[in-house]
């Protein structure tokens, strides 16, 4: 089948193209003047040279494909007006393109978030494809306008995917946490141990390409993730035990601590005019108890299953990371 993938060049999107490219697709990607090709040299994927904001561009992007991917999307700005375009007006722009040069397409595959839902209320409710819509940050509300543009055009055979924080090789998102941890150090948020879905890149990859040949997937929302929760000490004692560190010292920052450092960095970085690694929503984000999601309606439907234990995950990426002197 041919394949478009917009978001080939960043870490998800990079892992989507091996996953079509092992299964024997042809791979079509986007990429902008700026685009950094480091994880698609060598392989064997055709460029089209562009933005989701060139109409021209998306012309040739799409024209003839079967299956679109859209991994493409920001995960940081500076403001609730760039999150809006980088993630929902892109997004209707390639649904646009796709109505006018591609009206036969078999699926579009829409990369969202857990964040559109928002946390879970405790460790026995995991959020499920029922659950009702109530993103607490700008990064998920404009990831909800983007799915809500994608199930209103019902002309489009669509599938979404709603991926938790990932992790493994080419991340950098996730990189301070392991670097934190190599140093010796584990930083905890608040006195109560929160429990999150973390699926790892490669099963995410998977899981995506199931969906978008999966005939059950059409007009469908999945969690794709790992089938447990998780701890941030079990993460921390895994990664550091991985590492070889014999003990970690623990640090454990009061939310009020956290929503204030969140604010000062969240200040500095709009004077910079920088997207902040942390601001104060973010800082609301990380204080959540129950980051969870199940994965029971993605192992029924589309025969979805976490493949790669937390610590296979943890212990693949620590030597990845080693092996380009992240670490
Ligand atoms: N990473 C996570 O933990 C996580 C969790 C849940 C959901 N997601 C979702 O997964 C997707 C990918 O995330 P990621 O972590 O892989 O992010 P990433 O590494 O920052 O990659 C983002 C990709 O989107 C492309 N892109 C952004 N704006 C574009 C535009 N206007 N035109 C063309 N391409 C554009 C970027 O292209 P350039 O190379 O040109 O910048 C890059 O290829 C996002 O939709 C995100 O919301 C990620």
């Known amino acids: 089948m041919n394949v478009l993938v917009t978001g080939a060049t960043g870490f998800v999107g990079s892992h989507v193209v091996d996953a079509l490219l092992e299964k024997g697709h042809t791979v079509r990607y986007i990429a902008r003047s700026t685009s950094n090709l480091r994880w698609l040299e060598g392989k064997d994927v055709t460029r089209v040279d562009g933005s989701l904001f060139d109409v ?3 012309r040739h992007a799409v024209d003839g494909v079967d299956i679109i991917i859209h991994v493409a999307g920001l995960t940081a700005a500076r403001n609730e007006e760039e999150f809006r375009r980088g993630n929902f007006e892109a997004t209707r722009n ?10 036969g397409l078999g699926r579009f595959v ?13 460790v026995q409710q995991p959020v499920t494809e029922t659950s009702p819509l109530r993103p607490i940050t700008a990064y998920g509300r404009t990831k909800k306008l983007a799915e809500d543009a994608v199930r209103e055009a019902a002309d489009i055979p ?36 929160k429990s999150v879905s973390l699926v790892h890149v490669r099963d ?5 390409v199931m969906a978008a040949f999966h005939e059950n997937a059409v007009g469908q929302t999945y969690f794709i993730s790992s089938d447990e929760f998780y701890t941030w000490p079990q993460i921390a004692t895994l ?3 991985v590492m070889g560190k014999r003990r970690l010292l623990s640090l454990r920052l009061p939310h009020a601590a956290v929503l204030g450092i969140a604010g000062v960095v969240g200040s500095l970085g709009k004077i910079m005019g920088k997207p902040p690694v942390l601001d104060f929503e973010k800082g609301r984000d990380l204080i959540q108890p129950y980051w969870i999601c199940s994965t029971q309606k993605a192992r029924e439907e589309i025969g979805y299953r976490q493949e790669i ?19």
């Open 158 to 193: 669509s599938t979404i995917i709603r991926p938790p924080a990932v992790y493994g090789p080419r991340d950098e998102a996730i990189l301070t946490f392991f670097q934190t941890v190599n140093r010796g150090l584990a930083t905890y948020i608040g006195f109560g141990d």
């Open 94 to 103: 390639l649904l646009d393109a796709v109505r006018s040069y591609n009206p």
């Open 239 to 241: 990664t550091g035990a």
């Open 56 to 58: 021209a561009s998306l």
């Open 309 to 327: 234990s937390l610590h296979e995950g943890i212990s693949e990426t620590v030597e990845w990371y080693r092996s380009r002197r992240w670490l």
């Open 110 to 122: 829409h990369v969202s978030s857990l964040a559109v839902v928002g946390p879970s209320a405790s």
């Open 204 to 208: 995410l990859a998977r899981g995506i």
